[in-house]
């Protein structure tokens, strides 16, 4: 219901701008967009605003594992929110998850102000710079699941203070992303003595070659004293991208002031790596139902101490993406194999569950508003 609330606060706020109408040359309008609002200046240009755009992200699958034969149905995510531009200098983001493991999720509550130009400030909870959008959010991943520095590095948003500021915006852009953070997490505002801090150096844009380093650095207590660094590289035309990207994060914790007894407990490792290389080729079809079909395929690897223990899980995934005909929704539908190849090297601190490693055949609906 807190979520719920929180959505219709920032409705009305949008609403509420509506007043403007009555002193100024105002006028809004309902397009694609969402509810665009139009300003005429007093020398007659036209100033146009998305005050407030629907969000609606619905992604469900069927899900076999072909060791077991166990199968199941699944909602992975029922996301709806909205955002927006309040004026060029303020804009706002609000998304809940109806279907995150069975329960209701704030995910993305957030303000971002443009005091001078290039540069961007974010407060509330958001995604971290350590983490590419097609790594994490399901509208941008190109396979059923996320590769696996997006689901066991750390979590993909949490609640803080985010500084963006492009240094060069033409020709090849270069940005710098840094920011302050409770550092455990999402929908926990907790008190620390100890922020948790991140930055992203960027290089290029989303179109052509992109590539960034980045960094973060997280201190829970004494047994949770994270270094996280990293680095990707992706490129991007209109027949096809290619992704790869590195992430290493190290615990830094002691057994001189922990003890041997607890150390030896709490620590299976001192570090813990992950790589992936992935790759889609856009190609259009004269078809009623696609537009486009995207064959891809992606492999990841992780591993404890990798130079002392090497990889202790590899996956290789292929798959199908047959892109709807829309002009409203972004539509696809899915079609994936995921196959490991496990070693002897204990994994089990991050795959928990005999199904999080086993062989899947994986067929899936998105649906992006």
Known sequence: MKALKLLLAVVMVAVASLQLSAQESVSYKISKKGLVRSKVAEDSTVEQ??????????????????????????????????????????????MVDF?????????????????VKGLKLTF????????NSYTTSPN???????????????????????????????????????GVYNGDGINNPV??????????????????????????????????????????LRYENSDFKFEAEYMNKFNDINADEMGDE??????????????????????????????????????????????????????????VNFVLNSDTFTSLFRVNYEHYFNNSKDMSPIFTSQYHNENKLSLELLIVF
């Open 49 to 94: 605003l998305t005050v407030l755009k629907p969000i609606l992200i619905f992604k469900g699958r069927y899900e076999l594992g072909t060791e077991s034969g166990d199968s199941r149905f699944a909602l992975r995510n029922s996301r709806v929110g909205v955002q927006g531009d309040l004026s060029k200098q303020i804009s706002y983001k609000f």
């Open 99 to 115: 279907s995150d493991n069975g329960k209701l999720r704030v995910l993305d509550l957030y303000a971002t102000i443009k005091p």
């Open 124 to 131: 509330g909870q958001g995604g971290l710079p350590i983490f």
């Open 140 to 178: 941008s991943i190109d396979f059923a699941n996320r590769p696996f520095i997006g689901k066991y590095i750390f979590s993909s948003r949490d609640i803080g203070l985010t500084a963006n500021y492009t240094i060069k915006q033409k020709g090849f852009p270069i940005a710098v992303e840094a």
């Open 191 to 232: 008190w620390t003595g100890t922020l948790a801090y991140s930055g992203r150096l960027l290089f290029g844009s989303m179109k052509g070659w992109r590539t960034s380093v980045k960094f973060l650095r997280s201190k829970a207590d004494e047994l949770e004293n994270y270094y996280i660094w990293g680095a990707d």
């Open 262 to 319: 607890l150390y030896s407990a709490a620590e299976p490792y001192k570090s813990l790596s992950i790589a992936y290389v992935q790759g889609l080729f856009k190609i259009p079809v004269q078809s009623q139902a696609f537009k486009r079909i995207e064959p891809c395929f992606r492999w990841d690897g992780a591993g404890y101490d990798l130079l002392d223990r090497g990889l202790g899980c590899n996956r290789a995934t292929a798959g």
